[in-house]
């Protein structure tokens, strides 16, 4: 069983910055992929960033330069620096463990940004 646990999300306005970190612990394997997805009122989830066990990386276009995602193998932790945070940007932010083709979720963080 995998825990992952959220938290730092909140409200900041417009330009502003936040960390969201987020904590995995249980059956973890050494190879596997962490990742920031968001969901905002009345869209699917997508896509923020994720970073693999090797450091490999990869962000959606809307956040690529102001968001930088990194990773704690150590603490099995990912961490998602936002920066020059928009309105847009204003969802629920949730965390995800990737093995072998198998996601667990966290249960989310809102993060709120107001122009």
């Known amino acids: 069983q995998v825990h992952v646990v959220e938290s730092g999300g909140g409200l900041v306005q417009a330009g502003g910055s936040l960390r969201l970190s987020c904590a995995v612990s249980?059956?973890?394997?050494?190879?596997?992929?962490m990742g920031w997805y968001r969901q905002a009122p009345g869209q699917q989830r997508a896509l923020v960033a994720f970073?693999?066990?090797?450091?490999?990386?990869n962000y959606a276009d809307s956040v690529k330069g102001r968001f930088t995602i990194s990773r704690d193998n150590a603490k099995n932790t990912v961490y998602l620096q936002m920066n020059s945070l928009k309105p847009e940007d204003t969802a629920v932010y949730f965390c995800?463990?990737?093995?072998?083709?198998?996601?667990?979720w966290g249960q989310g963080t809102q993060v709120t940004v107001s122009s």
């Open positions: 249980g059956s973890i394997v050494s190879m596997n992929t």
């Open positions: 970073i693999a066990t090797d450091g490999r990386t």
């Open positions: 995800a463990l990737s093995q072998f083709s198998h996601f667990d």
